[in-house]
Nanobody, 121 residues
Framework: QVQLVESGGGLVQAGGSLRLSCAAS????????MGWFRQAPGKEREFVGAISWTGDSTYADCATGRFTISRDFAKNTLSLQMNSLKPEDTAVYYC???????????????WGQGTQVTVST
């Protein structure tokens, strides 16, 4: 059974940092593009960033300069380091895996259950 399990969410003050992790199991995701999405209440799920199997990463404007994605192929894990957090970063963050280079939710085949990130003022 393929699973993506996120962890590391929580409550943090504005300006603080959090590191999210995603543990993949059930198959090898070596050649998959791994991404992070987020969904705030009442809003659509949006792309945050992704990293290819070659290590190339792309970020949405909301994440550029503040968030960093990394992956550990040996451990089959994905991370999202979030710095300088803002209240508008409050959302459920999802880990996803897909085989295309697109940034839409439809481009990803596997999803985690999400982890809540809340940034207070």
């Amino acid at each position: 059974q393929v699973q993506l399990v996120e962890s590391g969410g929580g409550l943090v003050q504005a300006g603080g940092s959090l590191r999210l992790s995603c543990a993949a199991s059930g198959r090898t995701f070596t050649h998959f593009r791994m991404g992070w999405f987020r969904q705030a209440p009442g809003k659509e799920r949006e792309f945050v960033g992704a990293i290819s199997w070659t290590g190339d990463s792309t970020y949405a404007d909301c994440a550029t300069g503040r968030f960093t994605i990394s992956r550990d192929f040996a451990k089959n894990t994905l991370s999202l380091q979030m710095n300088s957090l803002k209240p508008e970063d409050t959302a459920v963050y999802y880990c996803a895996a897909g085989l295309t280079a697109a940034s839409t939710t439809l481009s990803y085949d596997y999803w985690g259950q999400g982890t809540q990130v809340t940034v207070s003022t």
